[in-house]
């Protein structure tokens, strides 16, 4: 967690966008709490009152809430991805900036340790990787978080205990259910870095020396090994997705 806080420094130039999307994100999880609560009694109300009650039972407003929570939830959802995916873009492009000032100022010596593949790779992949961590670590936590305190309290209205017991359950949820999946797609996320680096490694070196390869005849070779690599990687990350 240490590791990514100069990271995080850089979402304070954006952070009013990334509090944007947020909130949407928030308005759009309650708008579809609503919808089901709103449609789910309307289904039993009508039921209950049946035919005795078609003229007595005002099916109108509920019928407006419903379709007012699915135009909100349908709304909140566009402009949620618009906003989050701008403002995740707006912090690549200042990362990237980032990242080339500090390799800039570094003697050749300092990077002869690395390879050109690996350079590449941490540049390219390990930059990319970052736009999941308002996506889908951030955003989605913070989401849950307020979605369960306003879920608990409404709920207190109709009983405490009820409230408390599942407010307790979604809480606890939360804080385990993460670390868990954390360590559960670890292994395999190490592993996609490495394919991803060592495929990267092997992409370059096969540019670089295309020619050496043609003459000894060993391009075909080569292009299998890496199309191996490419193909390892991404079962790995089908099996990540899964896990």
């Given at each position: 967690?240490?590791?990514?806080?100069?990271?995080?420094?850089?979402?304070?130039?954006?952070?009013?966008?990334?509090?944007?999307?947020?909130?949407?994100?928030?308005?759009?999880l309650?708008?579809?709490?609503?919808?089901l609560?709103?449609?789910?009694?309307?289904?039993?109300?009508?039921?209950?009152?049946?035919?005795a009650?078609?003229?007595?039972?005002?099916?109108?407003?509920?019928a407006?809430?419903?379709?007012?929570?699915?135009?909100?939830?349908?709304?909140g959802?566009?402009?949620?991805?618009?906003?989050?995916?701008?403002?995740?873009?707006?912090?690549?492009?200042?990362?990237?900036?980032?990242?080339f000032?500090?390799?800039?100022?570094?003697s050749?010596?300092?990077?002869?340790r690395?390879?050109?593949?690996?350079?590449?790779?941490?540049?390219?992949?390990?930059?990319?990787?970052?736009?999941?961590?308002?996506?889908?670590?951030?955003s989605?936590?913070?989401?849950a978080?307020?979605?369960?305190?306003?879920?608990t309290?409404?709920?207190?209205?109709?009983?405490?205990?009820l409230?408390?017991?599942?407010?307790?359950?979604?809480?606890l949820?939360?804080?385990?259910?993460?670390?868990?999946?954390?360590?559960?797609?670890k292994?395999?996320?190490?592993?996609?870095?490495?394919?991803?680096g060592?495929?990267?490694?092997?992409l370059?070196s096969?540019?670089?020396?295309?020619?050496?390869?043609?003459?000894?005849?060993?391009?075909?070779?080569?292009?299998?090994?890496?199309?191996?690599?490419?193909?390892?990687?991404?079962w790995?990350?089908?099996?990540?997705?899964?896990s």
């Amino acid at each position: 967690m240490r590791a990514l806080w100069p990271y995080l420094a850089l979402y304070k130039r954006h952070k009013w966008l990334l509090l944007l999307g947020i909130v949407l994100a928030i308005v759009t999880l309650l708008a579809s709490i609503g919808l089901l609560t709103l449609s789910g009694w309307f289904l039993s109300a009508s039921a209950v009152v049946g035919v005795a009650g078609i003229y007595s039972f005002n099916y109108m407003l509920p019928a407006a809430g419903v379709r007012g929570a699915a135009i909100i939830r349908t709304a909140g959802r566009y402009f949620e991805r618009l906003v989050s995916h701008d403002a995740t873009f707006r912090v690549l492009q200042h990362l990237r900036v980032f990242t080339f000032s500090k390799l800039l100022p570094l003697s050749p010596a300092g990077l002869a340790r690395f390879r050109q593949g690996e350079l590449l790779n941490r540049v390219v992949a390990d930059v990319d990787t970052l736009d999941h961590l308002y996506l889908r670590v951030i955003s989605p936590l913070v989401g849950a978080l307020v979605v369960i305190l306003v879920v608990t309290v409404g709920l207190s209205v109709l009983d405490v205990t009820l409230a408390l017991t599942l407010g307790g359950i979604m809480l606890l949820t939360l804080l385990v259910m993460p670390p868990l999946f954390y360590r559960a797609g670890k292994p395999a996320g190490e592993s996609i870095t490495r394919l991803r680096g060592q495929y990267r490694q092997h992409l370059t070196s096969w540019l670089q020396g295309q020619a050496e390869l043609m003459l000894f005849n060993a391009s075909d070779r080569y292009r299998q090994q890496n199309g191996k690599k490419r193909k390892r990687a991404g079962w790995m990350r089908s099996v990540a997705r899964l896990s």
